[in-house]
């Protein structure tokens, strides 16, 4: 896990990182559909907040944005390995990154286990309800404020993708994390050398390009 070869690992570090921007955009988009057909009709109805569809909903757009920074970064770093700075950006993106995903599939899997348990009341929260409850399946015509035509069925096949999505961004995130913890030497990753090859490195090309440069004592990423 804490391999990260020196001459093939930037090309696959680059990879994740324009994964991880494409999958963040997809996610957001999706979030960003769901939230603004669906959700924002329901998220205050009537002063009934409907806490797990909101909240999961923001966390994931929230974390195709983050995602969208860590693939950057991730891009940036592969194109400059000898960068400390990079390094630690690295880290903090993927580590907030990891958790931020991690959290947004449990919400989602939450909110999906409940909307199908109540076959889809709390989506309907936003209508005008007579004596007779009714849900989103429910062929009772209701006094809504949206369309709630196939509501049910279009918001968990949108909410489905985005589960999927949110667990390749805490797996790509979970690997760029350790390619972090690679380049700096830290954790368990430690016993790797790749941190003092690019010190060498680096020394070696400031000695080059400035002769009056000494290196003894200097380290240029940290």
Not at 69 to 76: D, E, K, P, R
Not at 157 to 184: K, M, Q
Request: charged share 15%; aromatic share 8%; glycine share 10%.
């Amino acid at each position: 896990m804490c391999g990260f070869d020196k001459e093939k690992g930037p090309g696959w570090l680059m990879k994740k990182g324009f994964t991880l921007i494409l999958v963040g955009h997809i996610n957001f988009i999706l979030g960003a559909i769901v939230h603004g057909s669906i959700l924002r009709h329901i998220s205050k109805p009537n002063d009934q907040i409907t806490t797990e569809f909101t909240a999961a909903n923001i966390i994931s757009v929230t974390s195709g944005l983050l995602s969208i920074a860590t693939g950057i970064i991730a891009i940036l770093v592969s194109r400059n390995l000898p960068v400390w700075k990079l390094h630690i950006g690295l880290l903090i993106s993927s580590f907030l990154n990891a958790l931020l995903s991690a959290a947004c599939g449990v919400g989602l899997l939450l909110a999906i286990s409940l909307t199908i348990t109540n076959e889809g009341r709390g989506l309907m929260m936003g209508c005008n309800f007579t004596d007779q409850p009714i849900n989103a399946r429910s062929p009772v015509n209701a006094d809504c404020p949206f369309d709630t035509t196939r509501i049910y069925d279009t918001t968990l096949s949108l909410w489905f993708p985005c589960v999927l999505l949110a667990g390749l961004e805490t797996g790509l995130s979970i690997w760029c994390f350790v390619v972090g913890l690679v380049l700096r030497g830290l954790g368990p990753c430690s016993q790797a050398y790749l941190k003092e090859q690019l010190e060498e490195e680096a020394l070696t090309n400031r000695a080059a390009e400035d002769p009056e440069y000494s290196p003894q004592g200097q380290s240029l990423i940290g």
